[in-house]
């Protein structure tokens, strides 16, 4: 499709649970961008991927954070043991190549930690 | 390392002229992109410059002047449906592809 599918729109969580996130790029889309939008405020990088390569992971807080694009599934970004900080819109974005900047964004994902 | 500066906010009356201005420094530059945000919805891309110069698609225009760090993105005849948070933004990173890094936004308002 033309569009970018996150899901689900909105997701609550206790903290210390776990949370995961889904994204489907449009197809033909080679890469991959998660970011993260605190309080409609300004995009924080988390990670990309070049098909379902990790291409740069330097967003990403590692020890509770992890992403994947496998073939032929949604890609998924999964954080372990939610904080309170957490609690953000997460967008996913794809790109049809590397130097395409203009990225086709999904409608987010709002996780709520409480 | 990267940083972009723009306005928090602006105002402006249906019909009005405006521009949301846009200073970077960056390590290494390959373009400014703009976009917009509908209250907290998918960000919508409007331009990217790589070349100085303004580019112009319908009612938006964007400019960009690499000797000067800056560039500008100006809505024309504005309508109510404008009003939305807008973004410049840049890419960095290494390699074939680079993430782009945003600003922290302009919020427009049109009034009526």
């Known amino acids: 499709g033309e569009e970018v599918a996150q899901t689900p729109k909105h997701l609550v969580r206790g903290e210390g649970q776990k949370a995961k996130l889904y994204c489907a790029p449009i197809k033909g889309h080679s890469y991959v961008f998660w970011y993260q939008q605190v309080l409609k405020n300004e995009f924080k990088f988390l990670i990309s991927f070049q098909n379902e390569n990790v291409f740069d992971e330097t967003g990403m807080p590692k020890e509770r954070f992890s992403a994947k694009c496998l073939p032929n599934s949604p890609c998924s970004l999964e954080i372990q043991a939610t904080k309170l900080e957490d609690s953000a819109v997460y967008f996913c974005a794809s790109s049809r190549s590397g130097n395409d900047y203009g990225y086709t964004f999904g409608s987010g994902t709002r996780l709520t930690v409480v | 390392g990267q940083s972009l500066e723009q306005p928090s906010e602006v105002t402006a009356v249906e019909g009005a002229i405006v521009q949301i201005n846009c200073t970077y420094q960056?390590?290494?530059?390959?373009?400014l992109s703009w976009y917009q945000q509908h209250d907290g919805g998918a960000p919508t891309f409007l331009s990217y410059n790589a070349l100085d110069g303004l580019e112009e698609t319908g009612r938006f225009s964007s400019f960009l002047s690499r000797s000067d760090s800056y560039g500008y993105l100006l809505l024309q005849e504005l309508q109510m449906k404008d009003s939305a948070s807008y973004f410049c933004?840049?890419?960095?990173?290494?390699?074939?592809?680079?993430?782009?890094?945003f600003g922290s936004g302009t919020q427009l308002t049109v009034l009526p």
């Open positions: 960056t390590s290494g530059f390959y373009g």
């Open positions: 933004a840049v890419p960095r990173g290494s390699g074939s592809a680079r993430q782009l890094t």
